[in-house]
């Protein structure tokens, strides 16, 4: 069983910048796809970015230009980088990692979850 744990979330002004961090228990997890999502109040929880094992990328198109999702299997770790936040980027984000070694933008297509950190972007 992979945990997942994030960090890396808080407070920030519209226009600021955030790094999520996400590490994780087992050496497996390099070898995973892995995903950012976000849950905002009153909403469904959507895909922000992903990551296959051997670097391809996934943006929403909500997000795509402002956050960088990467990794470093030495460190057994996913971030996602965030730039230019919106007070729409408002939510609590979470970690994802997937058994497959590709890329995915469902939520019932990964299978492991890390507990989620809130971001709140102030306008």
């Known amino acids: 069983q992979v945990q997942l744990v994030e960090s890396g979330g808080g407070l920030v002004q519209a226009g600021g910048s955030l790094r999520l961090s996400c590490a994780a228990s087992?050496?497996?997890?390099?070898?995973?796809?892995k995903g950012w999502f976000r849950q905002g109040p009153g909403k469904e929880r959507e895909f922000v970015a992903g990551i296959s094992r051997v670097g391809t990328t996934l943006y929403a198109d909500s997000v795509k230009g402002r956050f960088t999702i990467s990794r470093d299997n030495a460190k057994n770790t996913v971030y996602l980088q965030m730039s230019s936040l919106k007070s729409e980027d408002t939510a609590v984000y979470y970690c994802?990692?997937?058994?497959?070694?590709?890329?995915?933008?469902?939520?019932?297509?990964?299978?492991?979850w890390g507990q989620g950190t809130q971001v709140t972007v102030s306008s």
């Open positions: 994802a990692a997937r058994r497959s070694t590709a890329v995915a933008g469902g939520p019932g297509e990964y299978d492991y």
């Open positions: 087992e050496r497996a997890f390099t070898t995973y796809g």
